[in-house]
């Protein structure tokens, strides 16, 4: 993890997205080595390990200084983030829910919901295991990450960082839409 730190701090002026998107690479590889094996879209178990007071961010701290744990979760983050604005933006263009279909169908809603949560690490339960209230406590986690998602796609300095080419479909306004649609599904109404 040592040698990772410093080729991180050493930079990259050419494309320095390329050089963080190599580094979180490497500590994915890092991580799947010696905790447990995560995919691309599951980088947030990787951001925690850089949290204040962990062995790993007082170890960075050592190695780069004290700046380098948020450093290092922040380029964690925004490789998170190109990630999900690729798959999202798959998913738009296979048409869930964008600006051609400004409706959203309660199963393209369940089917986002879950990747989302899925995507952050949440304990999704299986469909047979899934009540009202799991529907719901999900639904409140999904409100709160699209708040997030939709603050950093609205940034116009992250945009371009993740996106130089405007490739992406996904703008902030799909996650406003995406949780207003969360909130109207009643996926186990009460029987009556």
């Not at 040592?2 to 690479?25: M, N, Y």
């Not at 691309?40 to 962990?54: K, M, N, P, Q, R």
């Not at 701290?61 to 964690?76: H, I, W, Y």
């Not at 304990?123 to 639904?139: K, Y």
Request: overall charge negative; proline content about 4%; aromatic content about 12%.
């Amino acid at each position: 993890m040592g040698a990772i730190i410093v080729d991180f701090l050493g930079g990259d002026e050419e494309d320095p997205f390329a050089h963080i998107e190599s580094t979180v690479q490497r500590l994915r590889a890092w991580f799947c080595t010696y905790f447990f094996e995560v995919d691309d879209l599951d980088l947030l178990g990787i951001w925690t390990l850089f949290e204040d007071g962990s062995e790993e961010a007082e170890f960075a701290s050592e190695v780069g200084g004290e700046a380098t744990p948020g450093f290092l979760q922040s380029a964690v983050f925004l490789v998170w983030l190109k990630s999900m604005a690729l798959e999202l933006s798959a998913m738009i263009e296979g048409g869930v829910g964008g600006d051609a279909q400004p409706s959203i169908s309660e199963n393209q809603v369940v089917f986002l919901v879950d990747f989302v949560c899925r995507s952050c690490g949440y304990p999704v339960p299986e469909a047979a295991e899934l009540d009202g209230e799991g529907w719901a406590t999900m639904v409140e986690f999904f409100e709160t990450v699209a708040g997030y998602l939709q603050n950093a796609f609205e940034d116009k300095e992250i945009a371009t960082l993740i996106d130089p080419d405007g490739e992406s479909v996904v703008d902030g306004a799909l996650f406003e839409r995406m949780a207003q649609a969360a909130r109207e599904v009643e996926l186990f109404p009460e029987r009556g």
